[in-house]
């Protein structure tokens, strides 16, 4: 991959995971595995990319953003400006044309954050509404 690749593959990788933020303890396993994936191509960055550290923390704090609703959304909503800057600063570095940001999609959330017992909370984007966060992540705001 290069670099442009892997840091597209990242930022839309960390945007699937913030529409599926886990809502409780059973949810964080299946959230967790997928995190992992984001961490895997993160590890592939060379220098060039610069994975800002903020994106790490929040791949290791899904149990934490569980337990604390306000730390979540501190957090989740900071997620989301280290982004937006983070793109922003690499359109700033790119000659126009030729980039798509949003074309290259990461498959790697799916919907089902179901508890094992097939019973309980689920992950959000499942079933309940996006806040205006994720709506703001999925550029619609």
């Given amino acids: ?3 442009d690749e892997i840091r597209d593959a990242n930022v839309h990788g960390i945007r699937a995971l913030l529409l599926s933020e886990p809502e409780c303890r ?5 959230w967790n595995s997928d995190a992992a994936t984001i961490k895997r191509l993160m590890m592939l960055d060379r220098g060039a990319v610069g994975v800002p550290h903020e994106l790490w923390h929040y791949l290791d704090d899904a ?3 569980v337990k604390d609703r306000d730390y979540a959304n501190a957090q989740i909503e ?5 982004i937006r800057q983070w793109m922003s600063a690499r359109r700033d570095d790119i000659a126009s044309g030729g980039h ?3 074309g290259l999609s990461v498959t790697l959330v799916n919907q089902r954050n179901v508890a094992p017992s097939g019973e309980g909370c689920r992950g ?3 079933d309940r509404p996006p806040t205006a966060s994720h709506l703001r992540a ?3 705001r």
């Fill in 78 to 82: 900071h997620v989301e400006d280290v």
């Fill in 100 to 102: 798509n940001f949003d």
């Fill in 124 to 126: 959000r984007g499942a």
């Fill in 26 to 30: 059973e949810a964080i396993a299946q």
């Fill in 1 to 3: 991959m290069t670099d």
């Fill in 138 to 140: 999925r550029g619609r």
């Fill in 63 to 65: 149990d934490i953003r």
